[in-house]
């Protein structure tokens, strides 16, 4: 009995100080376990989520201690019933998540070493039974050294678990076990490899044979049964490769770039997966290090999970020169255990990764042929312009007034703005924009991708744009920025198309449609010789045909007709 208590006394300490450790290493990691361990779904304990972070700290560090002090023979008696009251209860955690598949990964030893709850609950029996073993021998645990110096102990793996607890919430954890650590590619993490097995799946087919029902399971093959099927029910009984990487993307708008971010060098990603909770002091660091990186020649991108009137927000009142994209907020919490977190993409390889505490070590050395240095002020200014160029637009598009007063107090906005004469208030801005927009066009020109970067460099057209009876003046100059490459081509040609439709003329790549509530419907506007508008869309970089973009314009039902000037004047 004094060796098998010995052995449970070594195995049930190192374990608890493992376990610790490891969740030591990551507590933000841990606190968001907890926090699906609170979530309605499974314990139900909404009020707790607010106190996760504080709860994982103590947990963690308790864990460590009573580890320590089982083997040091510390406290005997408390140490026992706190080792059984932690096991029964992880027991019966560990349990209803199996059994109920509430929560896939217990979380029992952090990203090190991940357990499936089932995993989990078995091993928590065999702690249990190791450490029932140690109630019983109790009296054969003997203390190691004299009772002060147990104490001096306990007290420094106390200070020494604070020092990194403090630490790692200041910067990130001191090891990285997640598989967006640095010199990981992204890309591979998000293959599966040529040969992974394959989900398997069971099928259950329900026949009707001569009257009777009868149930026949396969895997996946249809049975050879003289009978009328009645219904087939699918069951995954063993799950296939999961690649470790997935629901990464990087969208705005509804558009996918996740391929293009990926494949691009020198790429700055400010991550903040939460606009709600993120430490608003951060982006003065942030701030800095991106336009030191912009200056540098890298690119630079935020991805969150909130709305894009709260980034655009964000950007505007920390003046900051990037876009934010869309990403899972999960995944973004994987990332990094900062928010805001700092990456250094290059092709998808994650080279650096830092807390927000640690922006001053981002190393971003001059990208060698990078492109021109930017016009910081001047982006600022149209990004800025750009937000009030949809201010109200946005709230036009809502389908209710519910909706609408939801985005308009989301944007910050006044009872009174959003529900006042939007189309009006709208006007006056566009004015307000296309005065200092003509400024800069009769002084310098058109401000194109190499003085604002590429996704600014559409601000000044859409403003355009929005003032017509500026574009006669002005379209020659958007032309000559689409032939120097400072905007896509397909922007002139729709601008093109727009001033040949208010002008009252056939148009040239069929951009332009045209809808009414009358006998009219929906029509893509005349169109000079289009029997060979498709190849005139090529050349200008459109993707769709002209049949294939009149579905975008109008639905998938809409079949696209000819019609010519005549027609149009005749009514």
């Known amino acids: 009995m004094k060796i098998l208590v010995g052995i449970s006394r070594v195995l049930v300490g190192a374990l608890f100080i493992l376990s610790g450790l490891v969740k030591l290493n990551d507590p933000i990691g841990f606190a968001f376990k907890l926090q699906d361990y609170f979530a309605p779904d499974v314990l139900d304990l909404g009020f707790l989520v607010p106190y996760s972070l504080l709860i994982a700290i103590f947990v963690v560090i308790f864990e460590v201690l009573v580890g320590v002090a089982l083997l040091l023979g510390y406290l005997k008696k ?9 096991i029964v209860f992880f027991t019966f955690l560990t349990f209803y998540s199996a059994y109920f598949n509430k929560v896939t990964d217990c979380g029992c030893f952090g990203d090190a070493i991940p357990l499936t709850p089932w995993e989990s609950f078995y091993k928590d029996i065999i702690l249990l039974v190791l450490i029932i073993i140690l109630f019983i021998g109790r009296n054969y645990i003997k203390p190691f050294f004299a009772e002060g110096t147990r104490s001096i102990i306990i007290f420094a793996t106390f200070v020494g678990c604070m020092a990194i607890t403090y630490h790692v919430l200041q910067h990130l954890p001191i090891i990285d076990f997640r598989p967006y650590k640095i010199g990981a590619n992204i890309k591979d993490g998000m293959t599966v490899p ?51 990487i997935h629901d990464f993307t990087m969208e705005r708008n509804g558009e996918d770039f996740t391929d293009q971010f990926l494949n691009e060098e020198n790429l700055i990603v400010i991550v903040a997966y939460s606009l709600t909770n993120t430490e608003k002091d951060g982006y003065i660091s942030v701030k800095e290090i991106t336009d030191r990186a ?25 003046k900051l020169n990037f876009k934010f994209y869309f990403c899972d907020e999960t995944t973004l919490k994987t990332i990094v255990r900062s928010n805001p977190g700092i990456l250094e993409l290059d092709k998808g390889t994650i080279k650096q990764k830092l807390h927000w505490n640690d922006a001053h070590k981002l190393d971003l050395p001059v990208v060698e042929n990078s492109k021109p240095k930017l016009d910081l002020s001047l982006k600022q200014r149209l990004d800025s312009i750009g937000n009030l160029d949809q201010k109200y637009r946005r ?24 529900s006042g004469d ?20 009769i002084e310098k020109g058109y401000p194109g991708k190499s003085v604002v970067g590429e996704e600014s460099s559409l601000v000044a057209w859409n403003v355009l744009q929005h003032n017509p009876d500026k574009i006669p003046i002005y379209l020659p100059l958007v032309k000559k920025a689409a032939d120097a490459g400072e905007i896509p081509k397909t922007a002139a040609a729709m601008m093109e198309d727009r001033y040949l439709m208010l002008e009252g003329k056939p148009q040239v790549y069929g951009t ?8 009219r419907g929906s029509f893509i506007w005349p169109i000079e010789k289009p029997e060979t508008v498709n190849e005139r869309r090529k050349e200008a970089g459109f993707t769709e045909t002209i049949e294939e973009y009149a579905k975008i314009l109008f639905g998938d039902d809409f079949i696209y007709e000819v019609k010519t000037m005549d027609q149009i004047n005749q009514g």
């Open 512 to 519: 332009q449609g045209m809808s009414y509530d009358d006998a």
């Open 78 to 86: 408390f140490t026992l019933w706190a080792l059984m009251l932690m």
């Open 294 to 318: 912009i200056k540098n020649g890298y690119n630079v991108i935020g991805l969150s999970a909130s709305s894009q009137e709260m980034t655009e927000s964000l950007t505007d009142t920390y």
């Open 422 to 441: 939007l189309s009006e208030m709208q006007k006056v801005l566009d004015s307000i924009n296309m005065i200092f927009v003509e400024k800069y066009f």
């Open 395 to 418: 709230l036009m598009q809502t389908r209710s007034l519910e909706e609408r007063k939801q985005l308009g107090e989301s944007m910050g906005l006044t009872e009174a703005e959003y």
């Open 194 to 244: 040529e040969g992974a097995p394959g989900p398997i799946y069971e099928y259950q087919w329900t026949f009707n044979i001569n009257g009777e029902e009868k149930t026949i399971v396969t895997n996946g093959e249809y049975p050879q049964v003289d009978g009328e099927l009645v219904n087939t029910e699918t069951k995954m009984i063993q799950e296939g490769y999961v690649p470790p």
